[in-house]
C-alpha cells in the first residue's frame, strides 16, 4: 500500500517554502542560537489560525524545532534558494551565507518571499518516520502578486 499512496502523491503539484528557526536547545548536532531553515513541501493553512506540516525524522531540522517558525512561500524563480536549503547536511552558517534575511520576532526572516506565515508550535504528533506539527499562525503577510514554486516528481517548477 506503501508503494501505491507514493504514485498517487506523486502525481500532485505541492506548494514549495522554507520553513526558519533559532534553535533553543543544545541536540548533539545543532547548538542553541543556531539558525537553521529546510525546504518543505508539506506546510498547509487550515481553518483560522492553525496550520500544519511534517518532517521525516532524519532531517536535522526535525530536531531543530522546539516553539517558534517562520514559513516563506517562495516565487517560482526561487528554485536555487528551495535547492540550497533542501540539503540535509549543509551546517547552519553555509545555509545562511548570501541569503539575506533580517531577525523578526527573534526568527531569521527572508528577506524575498511571496508570502511569509510565523507561527507557534502547540503540537508535536510522532507518526512513525515522520513528526507532524500543528501550529497556530501568529502573523502572516503576501507581498507577491506572482506565480509559487512547487515541487512534483522530485522537481522544483
Known sequence: MDKILRQVYAEFRFPVGIMTTVVKKNNGMLIKGDLRGCTISSFRVLEDDKCFFSFNKTRIMASAL???????????????????????????????????????????????????????????????DCLVYIGKVEFAECLKDQPILHYKHRKFS
Open 66 to 128: 522546539d516553539k517558534d517558525f517562520a514559513f516563506h512561500y517562495l516565487i517560482s524563480e526561487q528554485m536555487e534558494l528551495a535547492k540550497k536549503f533542501s540539503l540535509n547536511g549543509m551546517s547552519c552558517e553555509d545555509q545562511f551565507t548570501d541569503v539575506k534575511y533580517e531577525m523578526r520576532n527573534g526568527l531569521p526572516v527572508l528577506m524575498d518571499y511571496h508570502s511569509l506565515v510565523i507561527g507557534t508550535i502547540c503540537e508535536t504528533l510522532d507518526v512513525g
